[in-house]
């Protein structure tokens, strides 16, 4: 890598905290530093891996000591560097790059915001106390210790507080008075002691006053960011850094299937029922629409017909397949001629002999279906009331369909489809969705270990 500032230069240019010593960046300034091209999308994509999975883990309503071990867990995996001298480069220089990749839009920036608040958050509250009090400093947050008069005028008042959550009865001896704005997560939960608009924050609690200005300061900078990435960044660099920054947005980082696994294959006269029983929504819809009106327009026929490649349908068969439906609209002599050559392209026969990959939830998730087309996840795509009856075909109801519903109005799509998974196999997905092949995929595991199972009791 070619630093053009030493390590320490570069983690107090960028705003690190805890005295330059791999201690937590604040992330104020982005570095003047030089990156190779391949450090800059691997970095980004390796701090992505963290973010998804505190997105993964906030959606499953894991609690605070949960995400606490998660965070930790996710930081160490895929943040470690193998020179941990870098370690502090690596983390501020993949912050800066997908600061870059979520500015352009304000979902995108939503998610981040929350996303490395998050990371932030409890990062922090693993810091050392000198630490915590030296990024207190780092953001120049303008309050001092509660003097001792005060704290013993306001002790009993503390104590109750620190009693209805359940703490000790010892209550800590450094305290900061805030206004109560400044820190609404600990007012909401009711967390400190109010009095004449302030909020008397304990030490332990300073984590929420350091946050709400990070996520200040964060907000701010995506805001920045955009400016600069439309008025010039987009356009200099559309021949290098732009199709990079554009496509880690929807970034997928699980199995290739563009190969069955396990060398699996599925014959025609299998599809129906294989629907039924291990095809994620988004296709079972697509098949329906399919043999309803015997044509699927070119989103529909890429998304599922690569679905169908890798579940494991050979070429021979898929031309079959889609010859028998469109054939009975346009006729076969048509369908030779205007549409089996991107099937056999898609199969990488045509053309560049490109072998190309099935569709990732993340890619269907940001498609944007127009009128009459069927492509895309039905979690965001359809109404409220199409969804539910689409999944009591399913057999999901009740509790089941609630949940997945709630997932779905706070726009946790893949979540959503992990729960309907779960109720419709009756087993837990921990490792989420993130792909309608690894749905068919572990729903063919499944079942084929029941019907296993079933085998070797009449056996007995």
């Not at 805890?18 to 003047?32: D, E, H």
């Not at 106390?129 to 002790?155: G, I």
């Not at 050559?341 to 990959?357: L, P, V």
Request: glycine fraction near 6%.
């Amino acid at each position: 890598m070619e630093i053009v500032r030493s390590h320490r230069q570069l983690a107090a240019a960028a705003g690190g905290g805890g005295g330059g010593q791999g201690a937590l960046p604040t992330y104020r300034t982005a570095p003047q530093l030089e990156v190779r091209l391949e450090e800059f999308e691997l970095f980004a994509i390796d701090r992505l891996r963290v973010l998804k999975g505190i997105s993964d883990g906030l959606s499953r309503g894991k609690k605070p000591q949960e995400m606490e071990k998660l965070v930790s867990e996710l930081w160490k995996t895929h943040m470690r560097h193998q020179d941990p001298a870098e370690n502090l480069n690596k983390d501020i220089i993949s912050h800066f790059v997908l600061r870059l990749v979520y500015c352009r839009t304000e979902e995108l920036r939503k998610w981040f915001l929350s996303m490395e608040t998050t990371l932030f958050r409890y990062r922090f509250r693993i810091e050392s106390p000198e630490s915590q009090r030296m990024l207190m400093t780092e953001f120049q947050l303008p309050y001092k210790a509660l003097p001792h008069s005060e704290f013993e005028a306001v002790k009993d008042k503390l104590t109750q507080v620190a009693r209805s959550m359940g703490q000790s009865a010892s209550v800590e001896s450094v305290f900061f008075k805030v206004p109560f704005q400044e820190v609404p997560d600990l007012v909401a939960s009711r967390r400190v002691y109010l009095s004449k608009g302030y909020a008397y924050v304990a030490m332990s609690q300073v984590v929420s006053l350091v946050v709400t200005q990070f996520r200040c300061n964060i907000s701010k900078a995506l805001v920045l960011t955009n400016r600069k990435w439309t008025a010039t960044i987009k356009e200099q660099e559309k021949d290098r850094l732009t199709p990079i920054v554009e496509a880690l947005s929807n970034a997928y980082f699980g199995p290739d299937y563009s190969q069955p696994k396990d060398a699996a294959e599925i014959s025609l006269k299998d599809i129906d029922q294989l629907a039924a029983s291990s095809f994620p929504l988004c296709m079972r819809h697509m098949l329906d629409k399919l043999r309803e009106n015997h044509h699927l327009k070119h989103g529909g026929r890429m998304q599922f017909g690569l679905f169908l490649k890798g579940a494991g349908l050979k070429l021979e068969d898929a031309l079959a397949f889609w010859r028998a439906e469109f054939s009975q609209k346009v006729g076969s002599e048509r369908f030779d001629k205007e549409y089996a050559y991107s099937i056999r392209h898609n199969y990488g026969k045509e053309g560049k002999r490109t072998d190309y990959t099935p569709y990732s939830c993340q890619k269907i998730i940001s498609a944007t279906p127009g009128v009459g087309d069927h492509h895309g996840c039905p979690y965001r795509h359809f109404g409220e009331e199409n969804l539910r009856a689409a999944l009591n075909r399913m057999g999901v109801s009740g509790h089941a369909l609630e949940e997945i519903m709630d997932k779905v109005k706070n726009r946790h799509y893949q979540l959503a489809c992990t729960l309907t998974f779960e109720a419709t196999h009756g087993v837990s997905c921990d490792s989420g969705i993130n792909h309608p092949n690894q749905y068919f995929s572990e729903s063919q595991k499944i079942l084929r270990a029941k019907n296993q199972t079933v085998e070797n009791r009449s056996a007995t």
